[in-house]
């Protein structure tokens, strides 16, 4: 029995579409990050041309370049490095030196990727990058405190960054240390003392005044 022609090529269309669409529906679309895998902001050094895995309680140098990420982590395996071009200290910093006592350090803040870092529902804030001046001694989590309001537990595990991400929830606020202080201005505590003497010895010199009046009439 002969096969119509049209029925023929009809056939042979199906037969090549089921061909091309095989491949893509043997590979399952890839899906987001589990909702409850685990996620961790991780801090990061810069050596001048890669991302170092650093310790966030420890103290960093004047002049150095420091990051922070979030990521998800599900098979527990290392954090994700700060995405985008390593920046130089110069560049984000310029050439003055720090103020005595205290130390600049350029801070990067990575906040992750929208498809595989973010929870389910949240939208990362744009990346940060702003040239800090903190005191001496300044840890990675004070250095951060000084770009942005950061929630952390203990001495070295930031929870959010502001308020990024919601869900991250506990812990507290990190108190930013105060920067620089105003270029040739004295402390405030001298400020307020020399003030109150000044006044004490106003008050004793009018009182020796009126002690010499009383005693010549």
């Known amino acids: 029995m002969e096969v119509d022609p049209m029925l023929r090529a009809f056939g042979l269309a199906c037969a090549a579409a089921f061909f091309v669409a095989a491949p893509a529906l043997a590979e399952p679309t890839p899906a987001g990050p589990d909702p409850d895998a685990a996620r961790m902001w991780s801090y990061w050094q810069s050596d001048g041309t890669a991302w170092l895995s650093g ?35 110069d560049q984000v910093c310029g ?21 595989t870092d973010a929870y389910p529902g949240e939208q990362p804030p744009a990346a940060l990058t702003r040239c800090v001046s903190g005191a001496e001694g300044a840890t990675g989590v004070d250095l951060l405190s000084l770009a942005g309001r950061v929630r952390a537990e203990g001495a070295g595990a930031v929870l959010a960054v502001n308020d990024y991400p919601a869900r991250a929830k506990g812990g507290s606020e990190v108190a930013a240390a105060p920067s620089e202080p105003a270029e040739g201005g004295l402390p405030v505590l001298w400020i307020a003392g020399g003030a109150g003497a000044a006044v004490l010895l106003a008050g004793g010199v009018l009182v020796a005044r009126r002690s010499r009046g009383r005693a010549t009439l």
């Open 95 to 115: 050439k003055e030196p720090a103020a005595s006592g205290h130390q600049r350090v350029a801070v990067v803040v990575d906040f992750g990727d929208a498809e």
């Open 55 to 89: 310790q966030a309680a420890a103290a960093a140098r004047d002049g150095s370049v420091i990051g922070w990420r979030f990521a998800a982590t599900p098979d527990g395996s290392a954090a994700e490095s700060p995405r985008g071009d390593l920046p130089a200290f």
